[in-house]
């Protein structure tokens, strides 16, 4: 199983990313998708996730509005458009994947993969 992020970077408060997450190993249109975040001395924190199909997503607060998660079940992989970065949107990205389909488990606990992390700096 693999689960690889890449778009991460340096970006100027009120700029945006898109990460992307491809996957591997395992059947990723049978599994909801989440991105979570940590920084240093913090817990992991949930951002986003989508259930199998696409038609369902849930966000944390601090967020909503402002990123989205989409999926491409062709291409196995998990997006997430960040949009109006904010210097607290700084951290590590992860996503990962919960073999419940419907999307809704917020809990870093209920997810079974997980990718390495992709850096995101928002600093002006």
């Known amino acids: 199983v693999q689960l690889v992020e890449s778009g991460g970077g340096l970006v100027q408060p009120g700029g945006s990313l898109r990460l992307s997450c491809a996957a591997s190993?395992?059947?990723?249109?049978?599994?909801?998708m989440g991105w979570f975040r940590q920084t240093p001395g913090k817990e992991r924190e949930f951002v986003a996730s989508?259930?199998?199909?696409?038609?369902?997503?849930y966000y944390a607060d601090a967020v909503k509005g402002r990123f989205t998660i989409s999926r491409d079940n062709a291409k196995n992989t998990v997006y997430l458009k960040m949009n109006s970065l904010k210097p607290e949107d700084t951290a590590v990205y992860y996503c990962?994947?919960?073999?419940?389909?419907?999307?809704?488990?917020?809990?870093?606990?209920?997810?079974?993969?997980w990718g390495q992390g992709t850096q995101v700096i928002v600093s002006s």
């Open positions: 990962a994947a919960d073999s419940d389909p419907l999307g809704y488990d917020r809990s870093p606990f209920g997810y079974d993969y």
């Open positions: 190993g395992f059947t990723f249109s049978s599994y909801a």
């Open positions: 989508i259930k199998w199909s696409g038609g369902r997503t």
